[in-house]
């Protein structure tokens, strides 16, 4: 009678996680090279891929083939008989040309994080920032104010991150009871947008610093809703917040210390009516912290770019909101690990 084998720990995770740059950076390329874009407008061989990303013969099939092995692209045929198409999640989340597209804050974490996180151990031991501004430059929205271009890439990556939370928040979100609607922080306009095209009913004002206005008028220009949503400058630590029957902050309190998180839900506060709702979007960790890895990485990725932002759970933000005057708090699951925290006054 045969034994069955006792099975021992397995390294096969520590690997994994261990060498999990590889997979990243192979990811990170193929979304900076537009792979997913091409892609989504038919399938293509190897060849044809080559030729258009303007890539070397050697280890372009490996290339490729990783990314069929990690489920980014499906293919049919091998190596030169071989054709390339998107999988379902990479068309809806890497195509450029979609409102669901996700890759800014890729291009964003290939272009600057990436060699950041190098500095992790730095940082866990020092309590400070380990990007620009370590080297004497300007602090992290300060230098990407001052640059158009860098700016720019930043509201795209802002917006792609979260691009389809906003997508299924506006479809599935109860906006009835609202009329009027305030993005704090709204960067390009991406939530006012979703908002806008899943809400007819609804008149959407993104409030952002002076240098980012003309960006998001821009965008509502182009998408023909310019009637709809109007970009509002202004700075949220200098003003009181416009007033608006329901208000929203998306990545916006995770960059600030606990003081300024309270200042800013009481402002919120201040400028919504009785009945109204302020409605924040970030990778909101469980309250056990155990479970929610990305919005916990995610507080890490704080401590690299902020002096003192970092992640919560609905319970820290409970405890904040309910000091302040908030009465009904509810959470709604978004897709990932990302989710919105309801507070209605």
């Not at 060498?19 to 990170?28: D, N």
């Not at 906006?175 to 947008?193: E, Q, R, W």
């Not at 409970?318 to 009465?327: D, H, L, R, T, Y």
Request: proline share 3%; net charge negative.
């Amino acid at each position: 009678m045969s034994q069955s084998k006792t099975q021992g720990p397995d390294p096969s995770k520590i690997m994994q996680i261990g060498m999990g740059f590889w997979a990243s950076k192979t990811l990170l390329t193929a979304v900076n090279l537009k792979l997913f874009t091409h892609l989504a407008q038919g399938e293509l061989t190897g060849k044809e891929i080559q030729n258009r990303l303007g890539l070397h013969e050697r280890s372009l099939f490996d290339f490729l083939d990783s990314l069929v092995a990690l489920g980014f692209l499906k293919r049919k045929g091998i190596k030169e008989d071989a054709v390339y198409q998107n999988s379902d999640e990479s068309d809806l989340f890497l195509d450029q040309n979609k409102l669901t597209y996700i890759g800014g804050i890729l291009e964003m974490s290939n272009n600057r994080l990436y060699r950041f996180w190098n500095d992790l151990e730095e940082g866990l031991k020092t309590g400070k920032p380990q990007n620009e501004s370590k080297q004497g430059d300007k602090p992290l929205f300060e230098a990407i104010y001052s640059n158009e271009d860098r700016l720019r890439e930043f509201l795209h990556a802002m917006g792609g991150v979260q691009a389809g939370n906003f997508d299924h928040f506006a479809r599935n979100f109860d906006f009835s009871k609202f009329k009027t609607h305030c993005d704090i922080g709204g960067a390009g306009g991406n939530l006012c947008v979703h908002i806008a095209k899943n809400n007819p009913h609804i008149s959407s004002t993104c409030y952002d610093l002076p240098k980012v206005a003309p960006i998001a008028e821009d965008n509502f220009r182009t998408l023909g809703l310019s009637d709809r949503i109007k970009a509002t400058p202004g700075d949220f630590f200098e003003e009181e917040l416009p007033r608006a029957d329901l208000i929203t902050m998306c990545n916006v309190l995770h960059d600030w210390g606990t003081d300024d998180k309270k200042m800013l839900i009481s402002k919120a506060y201040t400028s919504l009516p009785n009945g109204g709702a302020l409605v924040v979007i970030e990778n909101i960790i469980d309250d056990e912290r155990r479970q929610n890895a990305f919005g916990l990485m995610m507080s890490l990725n704080m401590l690299i770019e902020t002096d003192s932002g970092f992640d919560f759970s609905l319970s820290d933000f409970k405890g904040w909101v309910s000091e302040i005057g908030f009465k009904r708090i509810d959470l709604m699951p978004l897709i990932g690990p990302s989710s919105a925290i309801i507070a209605r006054k």
